[in-house]
């Protein structure tokens, strides 16, 4: 069946940095857009970062400059690293599959992505 693990996360100081991983098995990575989501207490799940099976990106406005997503295809793996962090970057953070490989640009809606990790939470302490 199909799993995404995800690891990393945890607790860091603002302006400080950490990296997410998600492994994907079960599934054909190169036929997946991947992206990555967070949901913070109270607020709805929202996109921040995607990355399709072409290597096109796409990231919130919140996160520009600061958040890298990148994927390795020998790994079957999606990684957000995660710069500059804020106060209002804690959320439990998500990894998704969404099976694309159209070439159109990653999707943002979490509607659209079919499996999901099991989410890891990230704070940032001010």
């Known amino acids: 069946q199909v799993q995404l693990v995800q690891s990393g996360g945890g607790l860091v100081q603002a302006g400080g940095s950490l990296r997410l991983s998600c492994a994907a098995s079960?599934?054909?990575?190169?036929?997946?857009?991947m992206g990555w989501f967070r949901q913070a207490p109270g607020k709805e799940r929202e996109s921040v970062a995607a990355?399709?099976?072409?290597?096109?990106?796409y990231n919130a406005d919140s996160v520009k400059g600061r958040f890298t997503i990148s994927r390795d295809y020998a790994k079957n793996s999606v990684y957000l690293q995660m710069n500059s962090l804020k106060p209002e970057d804690t959320a439990v953070y998500y990894c998704?599959?969404?099976?694309?490989?159209?070439?159109?640009?990653?999707?943002?809606?979490?509607?659209?992505?079919?499996?999901w990790g099991q989410g890891t939470q990230v704070t940032v302490s001010s």
């Open positions: 079960g599934l054909t990575f190169g036929r997946y857009t």
């Open positions: 998704a599959a969404d099976l694309d490989y159209s070439g159109r640009p990653p999707k943002v809606n979490s509607d659209d992505y079919d499996y």
């Open positions: 990355i399709s099976w072409s290597g096109t990106t």
